[in-house]
């Protein structure tokens, strides 16, 4: 797993993420870049992510939000199929096996998403 450090932000209120459903995206700053990102419930802890494959850096969800397959197992890319674990982001399977998501510091606080790492700007 790929560790970015940002800036405190909130991404979301609690109550938007629910369990293995939809998430949530939003989009940061890291460096010169502008990147897509989002953020998951698995088994009752929010993870966040920057939304591109560790295979060629297309976006994952298959419908804006949706980022978890069928069986709400794993996150899937719509592209080429890769399955990553929710809640490390390490490749399980697909052209990208052994690659993994990079991950984004979060932290529930009371009633809200926070993005909590260090040199990355969350973009309101």
Not at 3 to 11: P, R
Not at 32 to 53: H, K, M
Not at 83 to 109: F, I, N, Q
Request: proline fraction near 2%; charge should be negative.
């Amino acid at each position: 797993m790929v560790q970015v450090a940002a800036q405190t932000g909130v991404i979301c209120s609690s109550a938007a993420l629910s369990d293995r459903e939809q998430g949530i995206r939003f989009r940061v700053a890291i460096g010169a870049q502008t990147l897509s990102a989002f953020a998951i419930r698995y088994r009752g802890r929010v993870y966040a992510y920057v939304n591109r494959c560790a295979h060629q850096g297309v976006e994952l969800d298959w419908k804006e939000g949706y980022f978890f397959d069928s069986d709400r197992e794993f996150l899937i890319c719509a592209t080429h199929g890769a399955l990553y674990r929710p809640d490390s982001g390490t490749c399980v399977g697909g052209p990208c096996k052994g690659g993994a998501l990079v991950s984004l510091a979060v932290a529930e606080d009371g009633e809200v998403v926070r993005l909590i790492a260090d040199g990355v700007q969350l973009i309101e």
